[in-house]
């Protein structure tokens, strides 16, 4: 492991520790002040962003434009701060690694971290971070252990072991190959895989952290429950997918405590994660976040958004100041017994993407995925999906648990449609040994047909 790059991850989870105890007022004072360095450092370096905020430089943040990654990606060579980065370059090189060759936790011509979204909400995203960035963001995906109460050091390594992608251009994947060490001792399993050498590979490592999709930890907590997987960890970690009550119920029963639902974007790195209370804290120091409606609006507190602006305090290579996530999210107060106050984060309901448009009477009628929770969580042994075609929609179970039908959940789900009002929509339900997957391995509960309707 680069030996600088861990010592900055030191020093930051240190100093980030006096942080727990800011008040708000201090919280606030931080990010004025690192909200105008990340400012004055993109118009001395970005020419988008000068045009972008043309007329705007010393505006408040809410007046400012709003920011895509089309626009981004379509921008890149003028939207880094650094002359001698190119997309063009950097794309060769993921391509590279993705293809076996080099490795993702060394970084590129000795100065740059980069990964790669899947572009599964639209256009792909290429991020790239220095070695300062690169470290504040290990540090981010720590303080995650930090506030779940979860002790590391030398005389005690954190055994990690990651069910998620193995592709090697997506960011956890770099971030594993970062911290490759004696202090952090880390196996990495593909989600993809049999889950007979999942489990077999479990059960020799015996992790002290178990971090994974929500749709790879469930059928693990039902492997658990079974008694064929034996692992006693000290956390289980949710990331980078929704976390619905029912598995995170099953996670509780199988490990006996409450999975931590860790908040992050490949953009961002860590965005929020809970606390010994099982409150989900906001990184205010490092991020500055903005639930918005369609329009761009700011929503009161304790309302969920159509969609996220985040204004990364620390990007520099690549600045990100109010860019777009199609995340739904609710943020509440402050105040907990945890004695931290960060903002807490109520809810995370899923991107826009995963809101389904199907005919009513009149018009389209929108349909959230939590429609679909409330009769596929009971009714699948290990996971679903809810995938739209356009002859109707096509329900996948995986396994069914037990007093379930593929009839009974069909009937189900069309009553369940029938009373918001969707018409005209043909059900068709199939049980299968896995749901489908992303690129990236990923599970998502609903999909629906690129492009809608």
């Given at each position: 492991m680069d030996l600088r790059l861990i010592s900055r991850v030191l020093f930051l989870r240190a100093a980030w520790r006096r942080r727990d105890h800011w008040d708000a007022a201090r919280i606030a004072s931080h990010q004025d002040h690192a909200l105008r360095e990340l400012r004055r450092a993109t118009?001395?370096?970005?020419?988008?962003?000068?045009?972008?905020?043309?007329?705007?430089?010393?505006?408040?943040?809410?007046?400012?434009?709003?920011?895509?990654?089309?626009?981004?990606?379509?921008?890149?060579?003028?939207?880094?701060?650094?002359?001698?980065?190119?997309?063009?370059?950097?794309?060769?090189?993921?391509?590279?690694?993705?293809q076996g060759g080099g490795d993702s936790g060394r970084p590129w011509k000795g100065r740059w971290w980069a990964a790669a979204t899947a572009g599964t909400t639209g256009r792909r995203g290429t991020f790239v971070w220095n070695r300062s960035e690169w470290g504040t963001i290990l540090a981010s995906y720590a303080r995650a252990n930090d506030w779940a109460g979860i002790s590391a050091g030398p005389t005690r390594p954190l055994k990690m072991a990651l069910v998620s992608s193995r592709v090697p251009t997506h960011q956890s994947a770099v971030v594993g190959a970062s911290l490759r060490s004696g202090l952090v001792p880390t196996l990495r399993l593909d989600v993809t895989a049999p889950m007979d050498e999942t489990v077999a590979g479990l059960?020799?490592?015996?992790?002290?952290?178990?971090?994974?999709?929500?749709?790879?930890?469930?059928?693990?907590?039902?492997?658990?429950?079974?008694?064929?997987?034996?692992?006693?960890?000290?956390?289980?970690?949710?990331?980078?997918?929704?976390?619905?009550?029912?598995?995170?119920?099953?996670?509780?029963?199988?490990?006996?405590?409450?999975?931590?639902?860790?908040?992050?974007?490949?953009?961002?790195?860590?965005?929020?994660?809970?606390?010994?209370y099982r409150n989900r804290h906001v990184y205010e120091d490092l991020l500055i976040i903005e639930p918005v409606d369609q329009d761009g609006n700011p929503v009161p507190t304790g309302m969920t958004g159509a969609k996220l602006l985040v204004t990364v305090l620390f990007s520099r290579t690549l600045p990100l100041i109010r860019y777009e996530m199609s995340d739904t999210v609710r943020l509440g107060g402050r105040g907990c017994p945890c004695g931290r106050a960060f903002t807490v984060l109520e809810d995370i309901e899923g991107r826009i993407e995963d809101v389904l448009q199907l005919p009513g009477k009149a018009d389209d009628v929108s349909v959230h995925p939590i429609v679909f929770h409330h009769v596929l969580d009971q009714a699948a042994a290990s996971g679903w999906q809810v995938i739209q075609e356009a002859s109707g929609l096509r329900v996948l179970l995986a396994g069914l648990a037990p007093g379930a039908s593929?009839?009974?959940?069909?009937?189900?789900?069309?009553?369940?449609?029938?009373?918001?009002?969707?018409?005209?929509?043909?059900?068709?339900?199939?049980?299968?040994?896995?749901?489908e997957r992303t690129a990236l391995g990923k599970a998502p509960f609903v999909r629906g047909m690129m492009g809608g309707r």
């Open positions: 118009y001395a370096g970005s020419e988008f962003y000068r045009r972008h905020h043309a007329g705007l430089h010393d505006a408040p943040l809410g007046q400012l434009p709003s920011v895509t990654k089309a626009d981004l990606m379509e921008h890149f060579d003028e939207a880094v701060t650094t002359p001698d980065l190119r997309l063009a370059d950097l794309e060769i090189y993921l391509r590279s690694l993705a059960n020799r490592f015996q992790p002290r952290i178990l971090v994974g999709y929500a749709s790879a930890l469930k059928p693990l907590a039902g492997e658990q429950t079974a008694g064929r997987l034996r692992i006693s960890p000290e956390g289980v970690m949710s990331a980078s997918e929704v976390l619905s009550p029912h598995t995170a119920l099953e996670l509780e029963e199988a490990w006996g405590s409450a999975p931590f639902d860790v908040y992050a974007a490949t953009e961002t790195a860590g965005i929020a994660s809970p606390c010994t593929t009839e009974g959940v069909r009937t189900a789900v069309a009553g369940a449609l029938k009373e918001i009002g969707v018409v005209d929509t043909a059900l068709d339900v199939h049980v299968v040994e896995h749901v």
